[in-house]
């Protein structure tokens, strides 16, 4: 028999202190915890259905076939924790520019959990529904919670999961992705990472700066002090491109257009205008700032960039189902 065709949404997340390195390959364990927002703006919706008739599992994104290796291999984790042989088909939209830094492997392994393990039947809780995302794509832990939230590395498959921090922000931010270039990415994440936890000089220090990133991270959100939230936010992504800077052989994600968006952010700090930056594994900058700044930020933005290329986002919830149709 087929089972229910369930569709679930999750949403991406951004990090402030970044994952970027693991201590085990095959479970995604990484080297340091991270913390993270998740947005409302960008976002995956996936469907999927068990089916007996199927001889394989099928993929589509965005309406296009898919290859499916990793789509079954994450599978194959849901099929046995439900004891399960049946192969699925899994449609899935993004609402978000695929593999270009905007962490879109985040909010569609995410929601591939939540869905596929509500088709097999299994009620996961939102620890081991985490637990289960991260075997996917490490950041798609922490987008089965709304808000701010941590990944506690931890030391196994058992104690490496997510855990919200903050659900309901009562803090007006906003972050601005200056879209560079939504092509897909040129080094993928997994690879980046291996390269610089392998060759790094300052691998060791990066693991010690994160922690103590994360204490004063949280404690900047604890007393809603944006100042301090925006600095570590930037100064730890700089951290974590020196690493690719550092590593044998070296590699980047900037592009000329990223230095100039970061550049611009410094210019309207010195004029007052309080914002941040942070990029991750793609040449888009995405830019922190308050509310109450956003439209004299965008404005300033817009000289330089087309309105296509500004896309604002506020905090988002937490992982979803959508329908359940039986
Ligand atoms: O989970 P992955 O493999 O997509 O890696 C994400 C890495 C960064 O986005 C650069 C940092 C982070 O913590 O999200």
Redesign the pocket.
């Known amino acids: 028999m087929k089972t229910p065709k369930v569709t679930a949404r999750a949403h991406t997340n951004i990090?402030l202190v970044?994952?970027?390195g693991k201590a085990d390959e095959e479970l995604i364990i990484p080297q340091n915890n991270?913390l993270?927002l998740t947005l409302d703006h960008f976002y995956t919706d996936t469907t999927v259905q068990f089916d007996p008739t199927l001889t394989a599992d099928q993929f589509t994104l965005n309406g296009q076939a898919q290859k499916t290796t990793k789509i079954t291999k994450f599978l194959d984790i849901i099929r046995q924790m439900a004891a399960s042989q049946l192969f699925a088909r899994v449609e899935s939209t993004n609402h978000v520019p695929t593999m270009a830094g905007l962490?879109s492997?985040?909010s569609a392994y995410a929601a591939l959990a939540l869905a596929g393990s509500k088709a097999l039947g299994l009620d996961l809780n939102s620890k081991d529904l985490s637990r289960l995302a991260r075997r996917g794509?490490?950041?798609?832990c922490r987008s089965i919670y709304g808000g701010f939230v941590e990944w506690q590395k931890g030391d196994s498959d058992q104690t490496s999961y997510a855990v919200p921090l903050v659900e309901n922000l009562d803090w007006d931010l906003k972050m601005i992705a200056i879209v560079v270039n939504d092509k897909q990415k040129k080094i993928a994440?997994?690879a980046g990472m291996q390269t610089v936890v392998h060759t790094s000089p300052y691998y060791s220090a990066w693991v010690k700066r994160s922690k103590e990133d994360l204490l004063a991270l949280k404690q900047a959100i604890a007393e809603k002090d944006f100042t301090q939230l925006g600095k570590i936010a930037e100064g730890n992504a700089m951290c974590?491109h020196a690493l690719n800077l550092s590593a044998t052989p070296h590699f980047n994600y900037f592009e000329a257009e990223s230095l100039k968006a970061m550049q611009l952010v410094e210019q309207l700090r010195d004029q007052g205008l309080e914002c941040y930056y942070t990029m991750?594994?793609g040449p888009n900058v995405k830019v922190i700032c308050q509310g109450k700044d956003l439209k004299a930020i965008v404005d300033s933005l817009s000289q330089e960039f087309s309105n296509e290329q500004l896309l604002v986002a506020s905090a988002g919830p937490g992982a979803e189902i959508l329908e359940i149709k039986n």
Do not use: E, I, Q, V
């Open positions: 990090a970044k994952y970027w991270s993270s962490a492997s985040a794509s490490g950041s798609a994440s997994r974590m991750d594994a």
